[in-house]
């Protein structure tokens, strides 16, 4: 609750120092100070101020959402700018694409908005009750957490209700599926979660590390990022009992898979685009992006993998920088 709060103290201050460039310019944390040269950077598309989450369509479109804009924007595929922008009020902080729309959830809202990708309209508004964040696709599905209310809610898309409400203890955040069950990052104990699509059962693991937010499967393994420990963590996907890890340094937050079984794993520290050989539990590549400093948990950065790009979030420098992958 206390990341949200501040996201929405932030969005209060933009508002009143919006007249004010140069002010809201040297007081952002991701800002050089005015006597440093611009350090070199990756390539990116300009956003609304704040992006964290991402999503990518089935086109190689990639939507955006802004949380302190409160929008959600498509950059389309080879674009160097967005050719959609959807307002999406009460701090929007994740996204996905999947059934045929684009799903958001609203932290302050209480709610998920479904888009539609091609209008833009938003077509529907759910109820969640407190604190939703995290969302993803899976088992016919839709998933969200609704961190401060203690809940899993699952939504069944072909009529936007809700069809399952499974209790959690409150402070859990994002959720990934798998191929046998959901599974839920548990910020506020450090466990993670199993969930049984079959009877929407939960099991759950102990403390696996400090901080567990993003998650992705791989070969019978769910890869944890740490960010407040500075590890990527492997646990066991059916008995959750951790088996591997490895140091990433920079607060890790965003983890995703390749296609040829590769980690990709975002740090916040610049952001740092850092690749992971999971079957040594070894960094093999680390690329620095930008110069931004870590979050601390006020926000989160995101990242989505399209064809052989990646595209990461940069919540303090308004954009989403794209690179190719480095060769396996």
Not at 172 to 177: D, G, K, S
């Amino acid at each position: 609750m206390l990341r949200a709060c501040l996201l929405t103290s932030v969005l209060l201050v933009v508002a009143a120092c919006s007249s004010d460039t140069g002010a809201s310019d040297a007081g952002s944390p991701g800002s050089p100070a005015p006597d440093e040269p611009e350090a070199e950077t990756a390539p990116y598309v300009g956003v609304g101020f704040g992006p964290v989450g991402l999503a990518a369509d089935d086109d190689g479109s990639v939507w955006v959402v802004a949380a302190r804009d409160e929008t959600l924007a498509r950059i389309p595929a080879g674009a160097d700018e967005p050719d959609l922008t959807v307002d999406v009020p009460g701090v929007p902080l994740r996204v996905a694409a999947a059934y045929g729309a684009v799903w958001v959830t609203s932290f302050d809202a209480k709610s998920v908005a479904r888009v539609d990708p091609t209008s833009g309209e938003v077509v529907a508004t759910i109820r969640t009750g407190a604190g939703p964040e995290g969302v993803a696709a899976g088992f016919g599905s839709l998933w969200v957490v609704a961190q401060d209310a203690g809940r899993l809610l699952r939504i069944d898309p072909a009529d936007n209700a809700v069809s399952a409400e499974i209790p959690l203890e409150v402070g859990a955040r994002l959720v990934e599926p798998g191929p046998d069950a959901m599974y839920v990052a548990h910020y506020a104990t450090d466990a993670i979660l199993r969930v049984d699509p079959a009877t929407n059962a939960v099991t759950g693991s102990g403390a696996v590390c400090d901080g567990p937010q993003a998650m992705a499967v791989l070969d019978g393994k769910v890869w944890v990022t740490c960010t407040l420990s500075d590890e990527v963590v492997a646990l066991d996907a059916s008995t959750l009992e951790r088996v591997a890890s490895v140091a990433v340094a920079g607060s890790p937050d965003s983890v995703a898979v390749t296609t040829d079984g590769r980690l990709v794993v975002v740090a916040e520290e610049g952001p740092t685009l850092v690749v992971v050989d999971p079957a040594t539990a070894a960094v093999a590549s680390e690329t620095m992006l930008g110069s931004e400093r870590a979050l601390g948990d006020r926000a989160n950065l995101d990242l989505v993998l399209v064809g052989a790009e990646a595209w990461v979030s940069s919540f303090n420098a308004d954009r989403v920088y794209h690179v190719p992958l480095p060769p396996g």
